[in-house]
């Protein structure tokens, strides 16, 4: 059961020193600033794409800023993804996480006391595919499918909306839990009849063995997958400064990369991680950079949580229902875009995934 299983991921993740912290002489900035990822990212050094977080990390954004404070910034990479980011965070081995969804929900029903204070990968791609020669053209026609699922990360739940919205329950698809890769060679092989997925989708697409059938963002929003950067509380009460640093720099560096101009230089970027840079150009068809982007916590991101919330209730995948809406703390956010007079730049979505009325022309 996912509930029980975050516990159990010491092995999944590289050691982390679990020693007593020194301060730094500036007692308003910590001597190491510890940052969860939710991937193991590729290659070396380690990178990962799709959201501001990944170009923070890319153009040294962190570091540059506290370089002058003698800070160091540890970026710590998870293969065992959300659920082995819970894990150092229930042992208070993180300060910051860049984290899905349902994995941040399942810590936050645990106990776990964290705030959201920035989005940072909103808006995600979900995809459906199945074997080229597949009878299956929509999510309806799934049902007694055997189809993979990578449980517990924030491409569970999205995959469950949308099974919903098409008339199906969990219950009625097979759903077997296999990580990213495995459920690719799964599908290679036709050990199973589709998977829920990312971008990677597209590689096994060009290979002739998938034919990718749904995509959520053409479905509606509401489908689609969460990532935000969190901060323990004990972090942020600690270093109210440091974390209003942390947000200045992810909010600029979104900022920067939301103009398209930048559309080239983004996709490089992230085409140096997971997947080549053509299959992030595809992802991002018809969607203006500011609308994946955004670091706002809008009525959207949170209502999001709160039917993430239900859901994972409803699953049994948490014991009690996590409180959410005191859980997003915009002060760090709303300083940042107050100070770099950026209050109006990105879209504001509503609760359902519709773009508010008055800017419209934004999100263009």
């Known amino acids: 059961m996912l509930k029980r299983s975050f516990l159990r991921h010491a092995a999944a993740w590289p050691l982390i020193a679990a020693a007593p912290r ?7 900035t910590p001597a190491t600033i510890r940052i969860g990822v939710a991937t193991g990212g590729v290659g070396n050094p380690v990178r990962f794409g799709g959201s501001s977080a990944a170009l923070l990390h890319a153009f040294g954004g962190l570091e540059e800023e506290f370089k002058a404070d003698g800070t160091k910034i540890e970026w710590v990479f998870f293969k065992g993804a959300g659920p082995a980011v819970n894990e150092a965070l229930v042992n208070k081995q ?10 941040s929900i399942v810590h936050r029903a645990g106990g776990v006391k964290t705030r959201i204070i920035a989005g940072s990968g909103v808006r995600n791609g ?28 924030n491409l569970h739940l999205a995959a469950v909306r949308a099974l919903a919205a098409h008339g199906l329950k969990e219950s009625d698809v097979r759903l077997i839990n296999l990580d990213l890769p495995g459920a690719q060679a799964a599908l290679a092989t036709r050990d199973i009849d589709g998977a829920f997925g990312y971008v990677e989708l597209f590689v096994l697409r060009d290979k002739g063995a998938a034919k990718v059938i749904y995509s959520a963002s053409e479905d509606s ?40 101009s930048q559309r080239d230089e ?6 140096k991680a997971e997947v080549a840079e053509k299959y992030w150009r595809e992802d991002f068809i018809g969607q203006p950079l500011r609308v994946r982007l955004s670091p706002l916590l809008d009525p959207f991101l949170v209502q999001r949580y709160k039917d993430s919330a239900e859901q994972a209730l409803a699953l049994k995948l948490v014991r009690g229902k996590a409180e959410i809406d005191n859980w997003f703390d915009r002060s760090f956010l709303d300083a ?29």
């Open 94 to 103: 993180l300060d910051l996480a860049w984290q899905g969804d349902l994995p």
């Open 221 to 260: 929003f509401k489908y689609t997958r969460q990532t935000v950067l969190l901060a323990s509380d004990d972090f942020a009460r600690s270093y109210p400064k440091a974390t209003q640093r942390i947000v200045k720099s992810l909010v600029t560096v979104a900022r920067r990369y939301s103009d398209e």
């Open 126 to 153: 979900l995809y459906l595919a199945v074997p080229p020669d597949s009878p299956v053209k929509r999510i309806e026609d799934l049902r007694g499918k055997r189809i993979a699922l990578y449980k517990g990360t």
């Open 336 to 364: 940042a875009l107050r100070e770099l007079k950026l209050e109006n730049y990105w879209p504001v979505y509503e609760a359902n995934g519709e773009v508010s009325g008055k800017q419209v022309a934004v999100a263009r």
């Open 22 to 28: 020194l301060l730094a002489a500036n007692t308003e």
């Open 266 to 271: 983004v996709f490089r970027q992230w085409g």
